[in-house]
């Protein structure tokens, strides 16, 4: 429930199995620049959230840029989710490095604690030596730890926070070493939707898979298999 938040040129650091050890976190807030800053730390380096489940006031998160910024050791480079009740739009992240990190980009919801995510830009990305995902999108996230008031198939906050994740831009992405490029786990009844993938070039274990997706764009998209 913030404005006008400028972090620039800070060191996060957190021991390395903090689990729940996020280095920023934009929640419910508004007008945010992240620059020139290095995170190392335990979970999640930048993750943009709004509300937990159920979020009554729909406060969104918007118009956020992330620039400049280098991440090491951390469960993503940058996330969205799980918690993203409010929505968000209008995000850009780009110039950054994301070095020894688990996961890349990575983009997260479930039923019950989701809403409309749109209007995000990633560009100018280069990785190296990603534990697992260079860029997953996944909306059954941690569904195990929902409380159960939220699982219920009946229940009307459920109906009402259900993820859509659409219109995103990932461009002049690099990774050089990763378990797996690209995961898309989408939600039948709301799949993940229009998602540009644009100059990406990735060395990597293992390639892409696409479930519960629609029109996703791929363009010079190329993915070099490791040989193990």
Sequence with gaps: MSEN??????LVKNPIHAYYGD?????????ALIINSIIDVGDDGICIKSGKYGNKENLLTENI????????????????????SGGAKNIKVS????????IGLKFKSAK????????????NISMKDILKY??????????????????????????ENIPCFRNFSIKDIYCNGAKQ???????????????????????ANNGSEFNG????????????????
């Design 5 to 10: 938040i400028i972090i620039d040129r800070i």
């Design 23 to 31: 280095g920023i976190d934009i929640d419910s807030s508004k007008n």
């Design 65 to 84: 840029i992330v620039d400049g910024c280098t991440m090491f050791s951390g469960h993503a480079g940058f996330a969205i989710g799980s918690e993203i």
């Design 95 to 102: 110039n950054c490095q994301f070095l020894g990190t688990e």
């Design 112 to 123: 019950g604690k989701g809403a409309l995510v749109e209007k995000i830009y990633i560009e």
């Design 134 to 159: 260079v860029i997953i999108f996944d909306m059954n996230y941690n569904t195990k730890n929902i409380s159960k008031e939220f699982i219920n198939e009946n229940d009307q906050t459920l109906k």
């Design 181 to 203: 490029a690209m995961k898309f786990t989408g939600l039948s009844e709301i799949p993940i939707e229009d998602i540009l993938l644009k100059n990406i070039n990735i060395i």
């Design 213 to 228: 997706t629609k029109n996703i764009i791929q363009e010079n998209v190329n993915i070099t298999i490791n040989q193990i």
